[in-house]
């Protein structure tokens, strides 16, 4: 049973459209990641949150908005894509603030692409 | 190894070879984290090493850390086909619970 789900998986979007990508995690976790991974590259951090109500920038938050609306669910969105936000983007859910070592649990990845 | 300004970094072995990966950070932590992610999947925890700890061993995995040099390893014996993926050392996650991952070792074992 799959504790962190992304939807959609595969997106295709026009420039200047708006996207958002969902994320439900089940693990009842408080904190929720948005990260995006580019071809030989590492994961990048673009919003995070502590709980509902909560969104923080992460080091790339650049045209990028997050939402997180309940404990379950936080989403990513894009107003106006641009093709350099062609990525793959994944999010996670992890432990409270504080906690020393805090796992991250990561969805299969939404993979987007901007024509 | 991974981190700062280097790529992504790439290994290929014969399965039943001995590897180890390497990874160095530039800001200071008590924990390091290695993850591992296989094609078209999400990363997933295999281990996690405390600066107490120094060296950490989980089946075929060993990770050690040296916080004097910044540094942290993660060795698997006796390689399989389906270690075959992208290794990730992360650091942080202590304070904000955020994590930053290195660029990454791709790991190909041949069978």
């Known amino acids: 049973e799959a504790a962190v789900t992304q939807s959609p998986r595969n997106k295709v979007a026009v420039t200047g459209g708006k996207v958002t990508l969902s994320c439900n995690q089940t693990?009842?976790?408080?904190?929720m990641y948005w990260y995006r991974q580019d071809t030989g590259h590492g994961l990048r951090l673009i919003h995070y949150?502590?709980?509902?109500?909560?969104?923080e920038k992460g080091d790339i938050p650049d045209g990028y908005k997050a939402s997180r609306p309940s404990q379950e669910n936080f989403s990513l969105i894009l107003e106006l894509a641009t093709p350099s936000q062609t990525s793959v983007y994944f999010c996670?859910?992890?432990?409270?603030?504080?906690?020393?070592?805090?796992?991250?649990?990561f969805g299969e990845g939404s993979r987007l692409i901007v024509v | 190894s991974q981190w700062g300004e280097e790529n992504l970094q790439a290994l290929s072995i014969q399965e039943g070879e001995d590897v180890t990966m390497n990874c160095s950070y530039k800001?200071?932590?008590?924990?390091v984290q290695w993850y591992r992610q296989k094609s078209g999947k999400g990363p997933a925890q295999l281990i996690l090493?405390?600066?107490?700890?120094r060296e950490k061993r989980s089946g075929r995995l060993r990770a050690t850390l040296d916080t004097s040099s910044q540094s942290s390893s993660l060795s698997i014996t006796g390689t399989l086909a389906t270690d075959t993926a992208v290794y990730f050392c992360a650091t942080g996650g202590t304070n904000t619970g955020k994590l930053t991952f290195g660029d990454g070792t791709v790991l190909t074992v041949k069978p």
């Open positions: 090493i405390r600066s107490n700890e």
């Open positions: 693990n009842n976790h408080n904190n």
């Open positions: 800001t200071y932590t008590t924990v």
């Open positions: 949150s502590y709980g509902a109500g909560s969104t």
């Open positions: 996670a859910s992890g432990g409270d603030r504080g906690q020393s070592g805090n796992t991250l649990y």
